[in-house]
């Protein structure tokens, strides 16, 4: 293998497949990135068995020259060290050239770089998938139902499907849900000409998705989706992510979604982040994150938190709509305040059937997300 490559091109290539490597792997090859050279171009590869990134680098785009091919070939550089590396050479053209035994030398400038290669074909072979099913929607919605579902997901190993996000697509409506027993998040979008394709119980990994989230570009790039028994591929431009669906069944969690309400509250987004942050900053000290909230004669609200080193703090904040009967409740603030900080809509509601009922609260925008907490019992 001999090639001369752009450090630009090359360098992001590696950012992307760099995020499927683990540094807890027992399994030598996978602390790798594979390199497989043909004169299209350059495939770079790398896995943690729960995750496989490829990254494809053409030889050639929009008439522009991005790797001059001298020899095909393949190897396994060790991805800790060649990441750092490559990000400090000095020269925008970077050589590679592979010789016997995957001795792999690289220049740039004046810099001269010697590494110790491994043999391409001990690294596993990626999912083979069917491209029977596939959907595809735009980066930007698929990096927003990410974002504001991913915070609810269980952080406990003790019951692994709950550190997923469960998707089900059914008569063109994409779902997304999230829960650790103590909140939900659920996030919906539309998708036309989805009609032949359905599916249920399909869990990934939040972890995983968040690391895809970040090699999705801003610009609003078509992400195409293709789902299989096991495993789940997102293709984004000349990048395949590879993911494994988490064993197990997803709790049922319609149940605990109440339809009707007996108090409902219309609030400023902002004014009421602000108020339950400054709220939080107290109750933080006590290690509850406890702050109540009570309706008010007037019809407006009133947020409060104490510490019993620090004091008190509490104040009123003016509600846009008010329905139903007065109201005392407790919360968890930083629940409460990972919700209010995915919320897009200037105005939200919040909905309670009762003082130990789950807590709802649905962006006034944005029929399509909706988000339960579950109230705190405190004894005054």
Do not use: C
Not at 225 to 237: E, P, S, T
């Amino acid at each position: 293998m001999k090639i001369t490559i752009l450090k630009n091109e090359l360098n992001e290539s590696i950012g992307h497949v760099s995020k499927a490597i683990s540094s807890r792997t027992t399994i030598p090859i996978l602390t790798g990135i594979k390199f497989e050279v043909n004169y299209n171009g350059v495939t770079l590869t790398a896995s943690d068995t729960d995750i496989s990134i490829q990254s494809f680098i053409p030889a050639e785009d929009d008439n522009h020259t991005i790797v001059k091919v001298e020899q095909p070939g393949s190897v396994v550089l060790p991805a800790k060290f060649f990441v750092e590396i490559i990000k400090k050479l000095p020269s925008k053209e970077i050589q590679m050239e592979v010789k016997e035994g995957f001795q792999t030398f690289i220049s740039s400038g004046s810099t001269e770089i010697q590494i110790v290669g491994l043999d391409p074909e001990e690294f596993p072979v990626l999912p083979s998938i069917e491209e029977n099913d596939m959907i595809s929607l735009p980066g930007d919605l698929l990096k927003n139902m990410i974002k504001q579902t991913a915070f609810s997901i269980s952080t406990q190993e003790t019951t692994p499907i709950l550190t997923g996000i469960l998707w089900n697509l059914s008569n063109n409506e994409f779902k997304f849900t999230a829960t650790d027993r103590h909140r939900l998040a659920t996030r919906s979008a539309s998708l036309e000409g989805t009609d032949n394709v359905q599916f249920g119980n399909i869990v990934i990994a939040g972890k995983t998705l968040n690391e895809l989230s970040k090699i999705i570009p801003d610009q609003n790039m078509l992400v195409d989706i293709v789902v299989a028994d096991n495993q789940v591929l997102f293709k984004i431009d000349k990048v395949l992510f590879y993911t494994r669906i988490l064993d197990g069944v997803y709790p049922d969690t319609s149940r605990i979604i109440p339809t009707a309400f007996k108090t409902e509250l219309t609030l400023d987004t902002k004014k009421l982040t602000d108020s339950i942050d400054r709220a939080y900053l107290l109750s933080r000290e006590e290690k509850t994150n406890i702050v109540r909230m009570q309706t008010l004669d007037n019809g407006d609200i009133e947020i409060s938190s104490s510490s019993s080193e620090l004091g008190k703090v509490r104040e009123e904040l003016e509600v846009a709509d008010f329905k139903g009967e007065p109201l005392r409740i407790s919360f968890n603030s930083k629940y409460m305040l990972d919700v209010l900080k995915v919320v897009d809509s200037e105005q939200l509601t919040i909905a309670f059937t009762g003082m130990m009922s789950p807590i709802i609260l649905r962006p006034l925008d944005d029929s399509r997300a909706l988000y339960v907490i579950l109230p705190y019992r405190t004894t005054n």
